[in-house]
């Protein structure tokens, strides 16, 4: 489903992104970590298309997107939430997630349609909002949700763009215990074809939910394999975690 060969990305003299390598086959579940300023966050950026890559190629289900807009990531299947929330705050939940399945959709083009009236719409975002438990909460402002519902909000916008791979980063930054385990169940409810590639801090969630990890350090890819396998490592330990190997 993605295969990144190579990629390299420079601010000035500081390389952040340097040579990384990385493959997922359809339906992995697999996380990238590394200590604040391992480059997470910019190869995120750089397979979203928020960056371009000074060399090295991008490949979602064999097709080449390394030099393609956002956007039309998006069209080909990739989608991705956000460490900070990127949300409508003056929006409802079902106004938020009918606008994404109507630009999805290609809807959003027709201008003279009413969108109130967009049956079809309202009802994804129904069970848009169902599916990551805002049934409740469609007429809510986005503002008024809890910082937790907003996180379960962001991955739901994500998922309207009807996305093969998804990247999440940090979907636990800044919640309680409660809320992350509630954003475990989330995530480990997706759907099965759905590849998932995620950015975590929270050890014990990564752990759990990977199948296969990725230790970034200095922009490098530092060590890939089996949660077991990375769990075990004196290099991961010494570096990632600050214990003596």
Do not use: C
């Amino acid at each position: 489903m993605l295969e990144v060969a190579h990629l390299r990305k420079s601010f000035g003299s500081l390389l952040v992104t340097d040579d990384i390598s990385l493959s997922l086959t359809v339906g992995a579940r697999e996380a990238v970590i590394g200590p604040n300023g391992a480059g997470k966050t910019t190869l995120f950026n750089l397979l979203s298309g928020e960056l371009r890559p000074d060399a090295g190629a991008i490949r979602l289900g064999g097709r080449d997107i390394t030099h393609l807009s956002p956007d039309r990531r998006v069209m080909a299947g990739l989608a991705r939430s956000f460490q900070r929330n990127n949300l409508f705050l003056g929006m409802t939940v079902a106004e938020s997630l009918a606008t994404v399945a109507a630009l999805r959709s290609g809807e959003a083009r027709v201008f003279w349609r009413s969108f109130a009236g967009a049956r079809a719409l309202h009802e994804r975002a129904a069970a848009l909002a169902e599916s990551v438990g805002l049934a409740d909460h469609l007429a809510t402002p986005v503002r008024h949700l809890s910082y937790g519902s907003q996180r379960q909000l962001e991955i739901a916008l994500a998922l309207a763009a009807e996305p093969r791979l998804l990247l999440l980063d940090e979907p636990t930054a800044g919640m309680s215990p409660e809320e992350t385990k509630s954003m475990q169940r989330l995530i480990a409810g997706l759907p099965r074809d759905l590849t998932l590639l995620l950015i975590e801090h929270d050890m014990d969630v990564v752990f759990e939910m990977a199948e296969r990890i990725t230790v970034l350090d200095y922009g490098k890819v530092l060590l890939q394999g089996p949660p077991d396998e990375i769990r075990r490592s004196a290099i991961v330990r010494q570096i990632y975690l600050g214990e003596a190997a």
